[in-house]
């Protein structure tokens, strides 16, 4: 999806007539996947040793610098093609965005014709209580990418919504063909999946459900930060993330809460990181906390 982004941003321009616009900014801290243009677009940059050169025209900026993407953009002019960006970012740690961070970028491409992508892999179809981050944080992309959530991972799916300001310039021309697809594009069996996954998770209330979530795993990671169990506790939704004191050891912690029958991620050397499927139930959310709060405690 990320790849697939990322080549429309830049053809767009191409059919618009502005060739020159190849540049894409994307953030340090973000994850985009592992082909190669997404991870050329990775704020992580032990993702990209060993493979070589990258995709040329890809760059970072700090996370959450405005300032210092207001400079590269003015400085590079008419060769940006987009900005790439997380609502949320994931698996870099778990950081949700300043605030008017979004706005913000949304601004920016706005005053430099460049266009807005939200990776919303992570973000998308339910996981912070809104159908995606770009409703959350009220930000329009000019292309969205999605996957994971859209069939609960039942089915590899993946694609992107693709806004007017890119779609216009790719229809103006009648007689242009779209070189661009993948062996198993548009797979019907995949497609299935997607729409009863999207059922279900009306059916089910899963929207309000992420934000009940979000909202225990929040109050109970923040409660040990008061406590002092932990540093501080960041996230939105059903995204949250616990920020250890230097003293702990994610890892340690990650393996000793599988031994008491529960599952964190270990990101970083100073994080543990908490995005359950949303239909988990009370008693099981309260057990994935109860667990962390006593392995991040050494007991």
């Not at 990322?6 to 540049?23: C, D, F, I, N």
């Not at 992570?122 to 770009?134: D, E, K, M, Q, V």
């Not at 993948?182 to 497609?191: D, K, N, P, V």
Request: charged share 20%; hydrophobic share 40%.
């Amino acid at each position: 999806a990320v790849d697939s982004a990322m080549k429309l941003a830049r053809l767009a321009h191409v059919q618009a007539g502005r060739p020159e616009r190849t540049v894409i900014i994307s953030r340090m801290r973000g994850y985009h996947g592992t082909n190669y243009g997404g991870t050329s677009a990775q704020g992580l940059p032990l993702n990209k040793v060993g493979y070589g050169p990258l995709v040329p025209d890809v760059e970072q900026v700090a996370s959450d610098d405005l300032e210092a993407l207001s400079v590269l953009m003015t400085q590079r002019g008419n060769t940006i093609a987009a900005i790439l960006a997380e609502p949320l970012q994931g698996a870099g740690g778990v950081y949700p965005p300043s605030a008017d961070y979004l706005k913000g970028l949304r601004k920016l491409c706005d005053q430099h014709g460049a266009f807005l992508i939200f990776d919303e892999v992570i973000t998308g179809f339910a996981r912070l209580g809104t159908w995606f981050g770009a409703d959350f944080y009220g930000v329009n992309p000019d292309l969205l990418c999605f996957a994971k959530a859209v069939t609960s991972g039942y089915q590899p799916l993946g694609g992107v919504f693709v806004g007017d300001a890119v779609r216009k310039p790719l229809e103006a021309d009648p007689d242009f063909f779209l070189r661009h697809g993948y062996t198993y594009s548009g797979h019907a069996s995949a497609c299935v999946a997607a729409l009863v996954n999207l059922e279900i998770i009306e059916r089910e209330g899963l929207r309000d459900r992420a934000t009940v979530i979000g909202k225990r795993i929040g109050d109970a990671l923040k409660a040990l930060a008061q406590d002092g169990v932990i540093d501080h506790a960041r996230g939105d939704g059903a995204v949250w993330a616990a920020g250890l004191h230097a003293s702990q050891n994610n890892v340690k912690i990650r393996d000793r809460m599988l031994e008491l029958g529960a599952i964190t991620r270990a990101i970083n050397a100073d994080t543990n990181t908490f995005c359950p499927p949303l239909v988990i139930t009370d008693s099981q959310l309260d057990k994935l906390l109860d667990t962390f709060a006593k392995a991040a405690s050494g007991k």
